[in-house]
């Protein structure tokens, strides 16, 4: 990856839905150039371009953090058992005082403690949670500075 990869990457950040054309002109190459150079960015797994939805103003009133505590060796299989629930739109196995962190978007506080009860304290593994709910957002970012 190239200064030409991180222009081109830069720019998709700010308008995922910016044309070819458009980012050759502001980068100074050829049109064929960025189409060339975005597809192998793509097939390389390098970058992703997809729609990224704003939970709140889709209905989803209550986001929350979730810190769960597994056990030995769990982390793995409960990270992929909670991946798999429409509710958690972010999972990661982390290192610290959780094991893995979710962050979820659900409609209420009352279907909140729902998913908390009857999807993820049932999880095989999971011995912990803490829930951190979301009063307010200040940022929302999903791009690296290049």
Do not use: C
């Amino acid at each position: 990856m190239d200064e030409l990869d991180r222009k081109i990457i830069a720019l998709l950040q700010l308008d995922g839905r910016a044309s070819n054309a458009k980012i050759a002109r502001e980068v100074g190459v050829s049109e064929g150039t960025v189409r060339r150079r975005l597809r192998r960015l793509i097939k390389d797994d390098v970058v992703k371009v997809v729609a990224v939805p704003n939970l709140e103003k889709l209905g989803y009133a209550t986001t929350a953090l979730i810190g769960l505590q597994t056990g030995p060796g769990k982390s793995d299989s409960v990270a992929e058992a909670i991946a798999s629930l429409d509710e958690a739109h972010y999972v990661a196995i982390t290192t610290g005082a959780f094991d893995v962190f979710i962050w979820a978007g659900l409609e209420s506080a009352e279907n909140l403690g729902n998913f908390l009860r009857t999807k993820v304290g049932v999880v095989d593994g999971v011995q912990r949670t803490e829930t951190f709910v979301n009063l307010s957002i200040k940022k929302r970012t999903y791009g690296l500075v290049l």
